[in-house]
């Protein structure tokens, strides 16, 4: 191994390491209240060392998001490569995997609602920040092959926009994947019983509903 493959490796597995010590910060303090010099700790770094990999949570945030959604794309790709299915099947087919991954991490799935809503100003010129913009956009793009080939078998909607169509998809998957998570709180809060396990499946046969031409359709896709 030449030398420059090595430092490449050593660079990696540390990254590996700096994020995993974040996932775990970030897990138990929220991303608002966590710090770096806590995620520095955890990592067994100095809090120097730290900023040589990431400069700030954002970054930090961003690379664990990125990680997420490579792990999303190459669930994807195989679901938006058969031509077999049509629009909407294969949107609902998207739609309940990438629901079981984000069920698989809800605190990362909260803290994405967190940095999104957060307002504050993103260095959007970052490695980091371009990284999960790919991520996010190759992410958009399988979801929107679907929603364009259902509008050309006619099984969605011809008049929706792919692109606020999403935007109007992912917030409301990852809230209730959120009080999926928190049942136990809701349900004390409500003083409800609630089937909070029916939340995302519903959530998704709603929307299936909502964009198929025949709502019945989106039945048989669920089937």
Request: glycine fraction near 6%; proline fraction near 3%; charge should be negative.
């Amino acid at each position: 191994m030449t030398v420059a493959k090595r430092r490449r490796l050593e660079r990696e597995q540390r990254r590996a390491l700096i994020l995993d010590a974040a996932q775990k910060v970030f897990d138990e303090h929220g991303l608002a209240a966590a710090t770096m010099e806590q995620v520095a700790a955890a990592a067994e770094l100095s809090k120097g060392s730290l900023y040589l990999h990431f400069r700030s949570k954002d970054e930090l945030f961003m690379g664990l998001a990125a990680d997420v959604l490579a792990e999303v794309r190459a669930v994807l790709a195989p679901i938006a490569a058969d031509e077999a299915l049509d629009g909407l099947t294969m949107f609902g087919n998207m739609a309940t995997a990438y629901s079981e991954i984000a069920m698989s991490r809800p605190n990362t799935v909260r803290n994405s609602l967190i940095w999104h809503a957060g307002g504050d100003m993103v260095d959007t010129e970052t490695d980091g920040f371009l990284s999960y913009r790919r991520g996010l956009e190759e992410v958009l793009q399988l979801f929107g092959s679907a929603l364009l080939r259902g509008q050309k078998d006619g099984t969605i909607r011809p008049e929706l926009d792919p692109l606020i169509t999403m935007m109007q998809f992912w917030p409301s998957l990852a809230g209730a994947v959120v009080m999926t998570h928190n049942s136990e709180e809701m349900q004390r809060r409500l003083e409800r019983a609630i089937e909070h396990s029916r939340l995302v499946p519903g959530l998704i046969d709603i929307f299936l509903r909502g964009i198929a031409i025949c709502p019945d359709s989106a039945m048989e896709s669920e089937s």
